[in-house]
């Protein structure tokens, strides 16, 4: 008889639990405790007027829209009051994922482009780098959307009980951005940059009420006794996933005015302008 064989079959059926609930633990856990934004200020929706160089803000701007085909997507939603981000199982669905998530390159892109309209520049949308010839324009601005990174802190349940925050966030990372002064044919500014922004009111909310919690908890524990009496591992196996299911949550998407990818992609254009003016200052 080998050392597996003597084992007997109650210790055998005990250590398997144990090893379900120490993966369900893990898997329940999984994700980082943030809790490092909740105590900032929430960012202001249009960046402050910048003070121009007047050799950027005279003459007529030409913007090829940023590209944003090959751009990183990272973040996720984060509930309870250590902010921790939800595996796949308990986030949102891949629909709402579509809605925050869906066109940040895009949205980051023309952001950054009007805001540089609101802040005073003569400036147009060209559909390619070969248009300034024949559109008149005297500078030309490129760049690349390299990456967004979107944050959703959840309201808890709808008494707010666990909440981490109720706030959202983003940074948005741009590549490659540069200024050319087309007659001259020089680089003026060449770099990268980012810009970041907090709103607060997360679109991403929890469905759930004090009372679905609580029948949630009694389900779980209904499943837990059930794993720790099962007959074989495998039915064991079987209870810890309807346990894991039971804990599934259900998501809206509140509807919103501006997302912080476009906050965020504003304040990066201001950015910008600072950048070209500590260049006329030196």
């Known amino acids: 008889m080998d050392a597996v064989s003597s084992i007997p079959r109650s210790l055998k059926g005990k250590r398997c639990v144990e090893l379900v609930c ?19 200020p929430c960012t202001q929706v249009h960046p402050q ?26 973040g996720g939603h984060h509930e309870g009051l250590l ?27 023309l952001a950054f482009a009007y805001e540089l309209k609101r802040q005073g520049l ?4 060209l559909q390619d780098k070969g248009e300034p010839s024949s559109s008149g ?16 802190y959840g309201h808890g349940t709808k008494e707010g009980y666990g909440s981490a925050g109720n706030y959202w966030e983003a940074t948005v990372f741009f590549s490659n951005v540069t200024l050319n002064n087309m007659r001259s044919n020089k680089v003026i500014w060449a770099g990268d940059i980012q810009g970041y922004a907090k709103l607060e009111n997360s679109p991403a909310k929890l469905d759930w009420t004090m009372l679905t919690v609580a029948l949630k908890s009694l389900q779980g524990a209904l499943y837990l006794q059930q794993m720790q009496a099962a007959a074989s591992p495998l ?3 079987s209870k810890g996933k309807s346990y894991v299911q039971t804990w599934e949550a259900d998501y809206t998407i509140d509807r919103y005015e501006v ?10 254009a201001a950015q910008f302008l600072q950048n070209i003016r500590a260049l006329a200052d030196k």
């Open 235 to 237: 039915s064991g196996m």
């Open 259 to 268: 997302s912080p990818i476009e906050v965020a992609a504003r304040h990066a």
């Open 122 to 125: 003569r400036m147009s949308l």
């Open 137 to 152: 324009c005297e500078l030309l601005l490129t760049g690349k959307v390299k990456r967004v990174i979107l944050n959703t």
């Open 83 to 109: 902010q921790v981000r939800q595996p796949w199982i308990f986030g949102l669905s891949k629909e709402q994922k579509e809605i925050l998530y869906g066109n940040a390159g895009e949205l980051a892109s």
């Open 49 to 74: 007027i910048i003070d121009t160089a007047p050799y950027v803000k005279g003459p007529h701007l030409g913007i090829v829209p940023f590209e944003s085909a090959e751009i990183e997507i990272g």
């Open 22 to 40: 120490l993966a369900l633990s893990l898997y329940l856990l999984s994700g980082c405790a943030a809790n490092v934004t909740r105590s900032l």
